[in-house]
C-alpha cells in the first residue's frame, strides 16, 4: 500500500489542476471587477475556493472510507474522532459555501456574523474541545464556548479580510505549519493526524496555487478564505483530544504563530479604523502589504518581504523550543520580534493613495 500512495498523490494533484485550469478558461465563473481599492488591474476570477475546498472534503472522506490507505496517510478511526472530522468537515463546507453566496450577492455583515457565530458555536459544543490560556488559566465550558466562538470568528474572518494579495495566504498557511510542528510535534509531524490534513489541503489546492502565482488569474473569494480560515483555527482543538496519551492540549497562546503578521496588521488596522471613525466591513488600501506593493516593490516585494519575516519567526521558534525555552518566554520573543518588525516597516514603508 505505500507504493500505491504516492501516485494517489499525483492524480489528487493534477485533478486539481485539470479543475483550476477549466475554471480558469472557461466562460463562465465569478469575475472581480478591479476597482480603485484593488491590487488588480484587469477582470479575473475568484472563487477559486469552491474547487478546492470540495475537493479536500472529498478526499479525506474517501481516505476516511478506506482505512488501508490510512498506514501512509493516518487519519482517526476511531468512532468518537471520526464524529469530530465529521463535524470539521461540515463546518468547512458551510463556511465554504457562506463565501460562495458572499462572493456573488455580497450578504449582510449582520447576517453573515451571525450565521458564523452560530455554526462556531454548535460545532465547539458538540466537539467540546480540550484547550489551556496561557498554560495556566482554566475557564468553565460556557465560558470557554463562548470566549472560542468570538475568538474563532474573529480570527476566520481576519484570514478574510487579509487574502488580498496573489499568494500571500497561502505562503502564510504553509510557513505557519512548521511552527505549528514545533508547538504540537506530537500532532502535526509527518505520520500524525495534523499531517495529513495539511498534506490533502495543499495537494488539493496545488491547481489554484499555480494560477494564484503573481500575477494571479484566479482568486480564492471568501469561499475559498473563509473555509480555509476555519480548517486552520478549528484542527488545533483536536490536538488534545486526538493526541498520544499524557500530549500537551493546545494552548490558546500557541495560535499566534499561526499567521503573525496577520494579527498584527489585520487588528492594528482596526483599531486605527474605528478611532478614525471609518466602516470597519468596507474595503480599503490601509494594509500594510497594501501600502508596500503600492511602492516599486510591487506585489512580488511585498510577498517575499513578509514570506521572509515569517519564516524568520518559525526558524527562531524552531531554535527556541529545541533549546528549551519556556512557552510564555518564547511567545513573548516573538511578539516582541513581530511588533518591532511590522512596527520598523511601517515607519519607513511611504503611506501613498491609501483609499
Not at 472581480?32 to 484587469?42: F, I, K, M, W
Not at 482505512?67 to 468547512?92: C, E, F, H, K, V
Not at 497562546?253 to 470597519?280: E, N, T
Request: charged residues 10%; glycine residues 6%.
Amino acid at each position: 500500500m505505500v507504493s500505491f500512495f504516492p501516485p494517489m498523490f499525483a492524480i489528487l494533484a493534477l485533478l486539481s489542476l485539470f479543475l483550476h485550469s477549466f475554471y480558469v478558461y472557461s466562460r463562465f465563473g465569478v469575475k472581480d471587477v478591479p476597482n480603485e481599492r484593488s491590487l488588480h488591474d484587469v477582470v479575473t476570477k475568484k472563487s477559486g475556493g469552491m474547487f478546492f475546498i470540495p475537493l479536500f472534503l472529498l478526499s479525506v472522506l474517501g481516505f476516511l472510507f478506506y482505512p488501508q490507505l490510512g498506514q501512509s496517510l493516518p487519519l482517526p478511526q476511531d468512532s468518537a474522532q471520526r464524529m469530530d472530522i465529521y463535524l470539521l468537515l461540515a463546518g468547512i463546507l458551510f463556511f465554504c459555501i457562506l463565501g460562495f453566496i458572499d462572493d456573488l450577492y455580497h450578504l449582510s455583515p449582520k447576517l453573515r456574523l451571525f450565521l458564523e457565530l452560530s455554526v462556531v458555536a454548535v460545532f465547539l459544543v458538540w466537539t467540546n474541545p480540550e484547550i489551556t490560556y496561557f498554560g495556566v488559566i482554566s475557564l468553565p465550558k460556557p465560558v470557554q464556548i463562548l470566549v472560542l466562538t468570538v475568538f474563532l470568528v474573529f480570527a476566520v474572518n481576519l484570514v478574510n479580510f487579509m487574502d488580498g494579495m496573489d499568494w500571500y495566504l497561502v505562503t502564510t498557511l504553509f510557513l505557519s505549519y512548521f511552527s505549528l510542528v514545533s508547538a504540537s510535534p506530537h500532532f502535526y509531524v509527518v505520520n500524525q493526524f495534523g499531517y495529513s490534513f495539511y498534506l490533502v489541503l495543499l495537494l488539493s489546492m496545488f491547481g489554484f496555487i499555480i494560477y494564484n502565482f503573481p500575477k494571479a488569474k484566479l482568486f480564492m473569494g471568501d469561499s475559498g478564505s473563509l473555509a480555509l480560515g476555519f480548517l486552520v483555527m478549528a484542527l488545533p482543538l483536536f490536538v488534545g483530544k486526538w493526541g498520544k496519551t499524557n500530549s500537551n492540549p493546545w494552548d490558546v497562546a500557541y495560535y499566534f504563530y499561526l499567521f503573525p503578521y496577520f494579527w498584527l496588521d489585520g487588528i492594528f488596522i482596526l483599531i486605527k479604523r474605528f478611532f478614525q471613525k471609518k466602516h470597519l466591513f468596507s474595503a480599503h488600501r490601509e494594509h500594510l502589504y497594501q501600502r508596500i506593493t503600492e511602492t516599486k516593490l510591487g506585489k512580488i516585494g511585498s510577498l517575499v518581504i513578509f514570506s521572509f519575516l515569517n519564516l524568520t519567526v518559525v526558524c527562531v521558534h524552531f531554535v527556541l523550543k529545541f533549546m528549551g525555552i519556556s512557552n510564555l518566554m518564547t511567545l513573548s520573543i516573538l511578539f516582541l520580534f513581530s511588533v518591532i518588525s511590522y512596527g520598523l516597516l511601517w515607519t519607513f514603508i511611504p503611506r501613498k493613495n491609501l483609499a
